[in-house]
């Protein structure tokens, strides 16, 4: 089967400028999550959603950072504006959500870098 | 959220056997332990999961402690294609995966 598809791979931006990351899981899955790694550390859940509601956000920066996932199927995220701070790599992931103890399966990411 | 502690870096031998433990003394009854695997440059992998029983699969061996405090992860032979960051990984009961600060695992020739 196809897997977690994200875009783009790099993306260099200025301070203040916005960015956007898409992400298209694997078809039926229906949670989908967005993380942020900092380098040299585990990966930090910012969002998850089921379906196209939002189930955790707990850990998103909403003064700055959006995420929609429209239809129930794709999902972006959004930086607006972006700091130096947020120079990471942006993990997308899925899965199945019929019961507990289902792996995720995660994209390859997209490395953003603040300057 | 419940935490996961791992050994900041480990090393092994090709071909030996490695022991990659997980401490998660807070974790609930309805926590799944995954342990998942990074490669650089690469989204994490599955490894291998369980809730409260020993798991086998054709990658690993995970051992989870009775009282579910502790787990260990067991790569039977090291090979060089296994040197990665391994991540012991809490799936609470909404279905949220819980990343701790992994170990940095690698494989001697």
């Known amino acids: 089967e196809a897997g977690v598809a994200q875009s783009p791979r790099y993306k260099i931006i200025e301070k203040r400028q916005s960015v956007a990351f898409w992400c298209n899981p694997i078809?039926?899955?229906?949670?989908l999550y967005w993380y942020q790694q900092i380098l040299g550390q585990g990966p930090k859940l910012l969002i998850q959603?089921?379906?196209?509601?939002?189930?955790?956000d707990s850990q998103l920066p909403k003064d700055r950072f959006s995420a929609e996932r429209l239809k129930g199927v794709d999902s972006t995220l959004k930086i607006q504006p972006a700091k130096l701070e947020d120079s990471a790599v942006y993990l997308c992931?899925?899965?199945?959500?019929?019961?507990?103890?289902?792996?995720?399966?995660f994209g390859q990411g997209t490395r953003l870098t603040v300057v | 959220d419940a935490k996961t502690t791992q050994p900041n870096s480990m090393e092994s031998n090709e071909e030996e056997p490695v022991h990659l433990p997980c401490n998660h003394s807070?974790?609930?009854?309805?926590?799944?332990i995954h342990w998942y695997r990074q490669l650089p440059s690469q989204g994490p992998e599955y490894v291998i999961h369980?809730?409260?029983s020993n798991v086998n699969n054709r990658m690993a061996s995970l051992a989870i402690a009775e009282d579910r405090k502790s787990s260990t992860l067991i790569l039977h032979r090291a090979t060089l294609r296994d040197a990665a960051v391994y991540y012991c990984?809490?799936?609470?009961?909404?279905?949220?995966?819980?990343f701790g600060t992994g170990t940095r695992l690698k494989v001697l020739a």
């Open positions: 992931a899925s899965s199945s959500y019929e019961r507990g103890g289902i792996q995720a399966f």
């Open positions: 078809s039926g899955h229906a949670t």
């Open positions: 959603f089921q379906n196209n509601g939002v189930v955790d």
């Open positions: 807070t974790i609930s009854g309805t926590d799944y």
């Open positions: 369980g809730l409260t």
């Open positions: 990984i809490l799936e609470t009961g909404t279905y949220k995966y819980i």
